[in-house]
């Protein structure tokens, strides 16, 4: 089946420094991704649509300018978390579906642990 | 909008029980079913989905739901749960024309006890 990575799988970080979150297609093409967010004991939930070869779409209450969205490539999908603080500590999750067909078939990655000192 | 409810947040059974996983759903127009289960530090892994035709849904690991548009609910199943069933259940909605974004429930811990 298909496969969705992450880089890194954790990271800790002091707070008010930026960190990058990568997410990867191994063997498919992905025009389009999906950022989440899980909190401890919540459910996920959606951050915002990544467009290769365009703007992010963000879901509301979702601050654009501290998480940056960057498609870059058909396989390559990066989130940015800047000037991170403790309250940005969380679970991290991407997504994304085989093709424009299949929209509603997700592949998710394996997840991104995120601890803001 | 839509949203997603599971209406228990941990279920405890011994090995070899049935279980039931309860979700119900609400919307206002049609949507697309799914059930994830996530294991321990690992990702999401679809279990099963409704999309279209028949109601009753049969997945991996012996999983099965059934979408039941009357009561909007897709509750998830398995006759004989194992040890290895352990994990946190997730079901997810997304509608037609939301081209793969996912509302999901608050989980289902499920812990089978030997």
């Known amino acids: 089946g298909a496969v969705v990575s992450q880089h890194p799988s954790r990271v800790i970080c002091k707070s008010g420094t930026s960190v990058k979150i990568e997410c990867r297609s191994l063997d498919f093409q992905a025009t389009t991704m999906f950022w989440y967010r899980q909190f401890p004991k919540k459910s996920l939930m959606l951050m915002a649509t990544?467009?290769?070869?365009?703007?992010?779409?963000?879901e509301q209450g979702v601050e654009k300018d501290k998480f940056l969205i960057n498609h870059a490539s058909l396989t390559l999908s990066t989130l940015t978390v800047t000037s991170a603080h403790p309250e940005d500590s969380s679970f991290y999750i991407c997504s994304a579906p085989r093709d424009t067909l299949s929209y509603n078939e997700q592949f998710f990655g394996p997840g991104t642990r995120l601890t803001v000192l | 909008a839509q949203s997603v409810t599971q209406l228990d947040s941990q279920v405890p059974v011994f090995e070899e029980a049935p279980v039931e996983l309860r979700c119900n759903y609400s919307s206002s127009v049609s949507v697309y079913l799914f059930w994830y289960v996530q294991y321990p530090n690992q990702g999401l892994q679809l279990l099963l989905k409704?999309?279209?035709?028949?109601?009753l849904v049969k997945g991996i690991n012996g999983f099965e739901a059934e979408f039941n548009k009357s009561q909007t609910s897709f509750h998830l199943r398995k006759p004989s749960v194992h040890i290895s069933d352990t994990a946190e259940y997730f079901c997810a909605v997304s509608q037609g024309t939301s081209y793969g974004k996912l509302t999901f429930g608050q989980g289902t811990i499920l812990t089978v006890h030997p």
């Open positions: 990544s467009n290769e070869g365009s703007k992010a779409t963000y």
């Open positions: 409704y999309l279209s035709g028949s109601t």
